[in-house]
């Protein structure tokens, strides 16, 4: 019997014309100008969705400075966007980062994420504002060992919840809301005990928002736990418990099943800065006629561009990204892309799904 082994072979990396990194307001565009040019685009995100540090940092707060609208929210910039892509149908990646990029022989660019997608694309966009954001860690001794397991910084299936006591440690409007939502799920899914964990029995969220909490408190489906956060409890391999400190200095132990950290967002540059690519007071040096980096194939706009007389506004990142795509398509084409309106070209509008394909 032949008991020879055989390693599993790496899946095929996915061919898509542009990987797109960063879904804030300027890489969304960066889509709907490719998609002009014919091209498709695979789109990677730190967030579990789209809006960056835009819908982030500023979701409900006003925005006077984009063109024909005279007023909408953040959320309301990023949701108009995202209908405005919705033609072109790119492919989101969301709650990953780029791990690496790598010029091939026949120069395409092979993209590796964390989570191990193999993208294999003709030209890379980095829309990454100030760059990627990531969960805010809490750092305790062992704590690390039980991420992904009862420790979790984005919370993928609720359901997983249910009957557990979930302590949700942070004092701003994230942790206050998954607090909420934790307490408010319907019974089947709901935890056995919701706890919300902070230093002080102080939150940082609208007035709207603290009364659920404090109508749920009152209802005995939130309690509060007040106190600096140690160390862990474990045993067996479980993750047990948190050891706080007490604002009158005596400690205490809270007991727990999963635990749900929302300490907010912190913006880092990660592997980007590994790529070769020409830095200048973190951020990458652009040719300002077509935004192109020091790597040929990979093309940089919005906050993260740096050239002579920039300026941080997102409708400069909407000029930035429409000219990038043209470079784009003329350095893929090799000839110069003709200029197209989409109020007179039947092909742009075939592309926008506002005439029919021929």
Request: hydrophobic fraction near 45%; charged fraction near 15%; glycine fraction near 8%.
């Amino acid at each position: 019997m032949n008991t020879s082994y055989s390693p599993p072979t790496a899946p095929e990396p996915i061919a898509t014309d542009a990987v797109v990194i960063g879904a804030g307001p300027v890489g969304l565009f960066q889509v709907f100008q490719l998609g002009l040019q014919g091209l498709r685009a695979h789109v990677i995100d730190a967030l579990p969705h789209a809006g960056g540090q835009c819908a982030q940092l500023y979701a409900d707060k006003p925005i006077y400075d984009i063109p024909a609208v005279p007023v909408c929210s953040a959320r309301e910039l990023v949701q108009r966007l995202e209908q405005q892509v919705a033609p072109f149908a790119p492919q989101w990646h969301w709650g990953d980062l780029v791990s690496s990029v790598a010029v091939q022989a026949d120069g395409r660019l092979l993209v590796g994420t964390g989570q191990g997608t193999q993208l294999l694309a003709r030209a890379v966009f980095i829309a990454a504002g100030v760059g990627a954001f990531v969960p805010r860690a809490l750092n305790l001794p062992g704590l690390d060992a039980f991420v992904g397991t009862q420790v979790h910084y984005h919370l993928d299936d609720a359901a997983a919840l249910a009957g557990q006591h979930v302590v949700v440690h942070g004092g701003d409007e994230a942790a206050v809301q998954q607090a909420i939502a934790c307490a408010s799920a319907p019974e089947a899914l709901r935890p056995a005990r919701t706890t919300l964990q902070h230093r002080r029995d102080v939150f940082d969220a609208p007035p709207s928002v603290l009364a659920q909490l404090q109508a749920l408190r009152e209802a005995g489906r939130i309690a509060v736990a007040v106190g600096q956060a140690t160390g862990i409890e474990e045993d067996a391999g479980r993750l047990r418990a948190l050891a706080l400190l007490a604002p009158d200095g005596s400690s205490q132990r809270l007991a727990l099943d999963v635990l749900l950290v929302r300490l907010g967002l912190a913006a880092r540059l990660g592997p980007l800065a590994d790529w070769g690519l020409a830095l200048e007071r973190k951020q990458l040096v652009v040719e300002p006629a077509t935004f192109s980096t020091s790597v040929p194939g990979i093309y940089a706009v919005g906050d993260i561009a740096s050239y002579p007389g920039k300026r941080k506004l997102i409708v400069c990142g909407f000029h930035e990204a429409t000219l990038a795509a043209f470079a784009c398509a003329e350095r893929l084409a090799q000839h110069k892309v003709p200029l197209e309106y989409t109020t007179s070209s039947t092909r742009l509008q075939q592309r926008l799904g506002v005439a029919p394909a021929p």
